[in-house]
């Protein structure tokens, strides 16, 4: 039990490290951003018909006036007591905005990462085993091109064929247009979901895949496998009871750091279908200096990177006997 | 008597890639030949590359895809073919390994003794073979890692034990154990053969072989160069010059290395492959090719020993 205390103590704190860490460098990285907030997003003819009294007030509300400390500082000192601010684009609560687009996100982000997991172990299982043989060599080829295909474009390829081409899916969003949002239904948001998460999903399979795919070939290779054949353990004994097995824990510990691959496709992937997400929300941010939006994504999106590889680690000790045993036994 | 395996001039070769696309076949084991009693102990001694884990994994079947075996492997008379290899193992022939890496290593080792099954008689079985070897009930909901290592070979031999087999073949079932705790592994080995099994028993330790097992079988560079019983050891009825080198290495044997050291698989070596190490070579052990042929009441490859010449 000690143990189990101190282990969640120090995740905690190097939580909290990891999160104060990863918001000032999001805080300088736009405070180093060329664009002048007022001329994005009030427009260059409009701020020449305003008064100075007006500028002024545009840049109080922007922020453009206080020192960088301050701001940071001030925002600090606002998520301490649990006020994230309000978002300066969209007028809400900042709370409120990432909530919205989360429940969105959050569906889409799902399904590509079951399905990719799922998918990708298959795929690398089933190379492994066939390791040199034509299936090794049809899957490998795929993991490769997909690795090396950017996601927009891949994203941008999907669209071209099944949307307009095909007209199987439409072209973006997450809801059809003009539409009240009483009548949507269930089906409508699968079918808006579909083409997003399939993107996601083909890129997110390559990279377990193929870790995968090393792990059985060491696992094949293993004397484990050498005696359970020798003790004529059939072909598919040997890869439900000792594969699966043992290929599971690299599994669980790649499954969750894809997470973070995840949300970065998610930025890409929203802002081409134009899928009103958290990725594209933080588009939107970041290119409207909306501060105190962009930081609050960036704090949320960064908690649950961390939250992922925190419970790889806990299913790792609750799945390998060695540290669950050796944990108990302290 | 009635061989339970006979093997016959058999040779393992490994399809191997060289720069490029070119292929070459590397012949590793070149001549092994043995016979195994039922009840009784061969013991297969080499020094390391010798090919004497080839040689078990050649009876057993499970020979990595790129190796090609010829030569006679017969199994109660009948010629052992990939089928019947693959229907006996884990059954009647059964293979004792080197050490706790063979066992999975997110397994509890009941489980493993009874390969997934789990009715009432599998369950009563691997409870009365953990016994028969001092292993608690407790050791079935261990993980390999939790073994000491005299633990993990009692439990290897359990997985063999299990299974009531006719051949047991044990691949280095001793290393890393202190001389002691190695005896007392091998007299294991010995109930076996004396309930009837018959057991190859795999090692580099002469002096261990000698402790337990009937029959001494040496093997040098993929080749058996002599098979003695152990009483000739004591009587100095050995006649190969490697055996005889292997013999008077032994601490209470004067401890006398030889200089060199076994050729690598693939080195064109023509007539003796031991002739470059040889104390008495003449001009035709580095031409002819060495017959292994009796001498006394075992095998010799020596042209020398052929003449009786040397004791």
Known sequence: MKHRLQFAGKKLIRMALLLLGVS??????????????????????????????????????????????????????????????????????????????LASSFWLMAFAWVLSGILGLLLGMAAGMNRGKWPDKLIRGYCLTISSTPVFWLALLLLIIFSVWLGIFPIGLSVPIGMESGSITFADRIQHA????????????????????????????????LFARARGESN???????????????AITLQFASISEIIGGS?????????????????TAGLGSDLPLLL??????????????LAADLLYGAVDPKIRKGASRK | MNPILEVEHLSISFTQYQTGMRQRELQVVHDLSLTIEAGSIVAVVGSSGSGKSLLAHGILGILPYNAHMAGMIRYQGKPLDPQLAGHLR?????LVPQGVAYLDPLMKIGAQIRKGKKDKTALTRCRNVLNRYGLGPETENL???????????????????????????????????????AKRILTHFRELADDGAGVLLITHDLELALSVADRVTVIYAGETIENAAVTDFNNGKIYHPYTKALWNALPQNGFVPISGTQPYPGEIVSGCLFAPRCPDRTKDCQEKNIPYSPVGAGYVRCLNAKKGGIV
Request: hydrophobic share 45%.
């Open chain 1, 24 to 101: 000032l460098a999001a805080f300088l990285l736009v405070n180093a951003s060329p664009l002048d907030p007022l001329q994005t997003n009030v427009g260059q003819a409009a701020l020449g018909s305003m008064s100075q009294e007006q500028i002024e007030n545009l840049k109080a509300y922007w922020g453009t006036d206080t020192p960088p400390v301050q701001r940071y500082l001030s925002w600090l000192g606002g998520i301490l007591q649990g006020d994230m601010g309000t978002s300066l684009l969209y007028r809400q609560p900042v709370a409120q905005v990432i909530g919205q687009r």
């Open chain 1, 194 to 225: 579909v083409l997003p998460a399939l993107t996601l999903s083909i890129t997110g399979v390559a990279n377990i895949a193929l870790h995968t795919r090393e792990k059985m070939i060491d696992i094949l290779d293993s004397d484990y496998i």
């Open chain 1, 236 to 250: 598919r004994s040997i890869l439900w009871r000792h594969c699966l097995r043992n290929v599971a824990l690299p």
């Open chain 1, 267 to 283: 930025v890409l992937v929203e802002q081409v279908f134009s899928y009103p997400g958290l990725g594209q929300a933080a588009v």
């Open chain 1, 296 to 309: 609050g994504i960036t704090v949320v999106t960064a908690a649950m990177v961390f939250g992922g590889n």
């Open chain 2, 90 to 94: 884990g059954t009647e022939i059964v």
């Open chain 2, 143 to 181: 993980y390999p890692f939790e073994l000491s290592g005299g633990m993990a070979r009692r439990v290897l031999i359990s997985t063999a034990a299990v299974e009531s087999p006719k051949l047991i073949v044990a691949d280095e079932p001793t290393p890393g154990l202190d001389a002691a705790a």
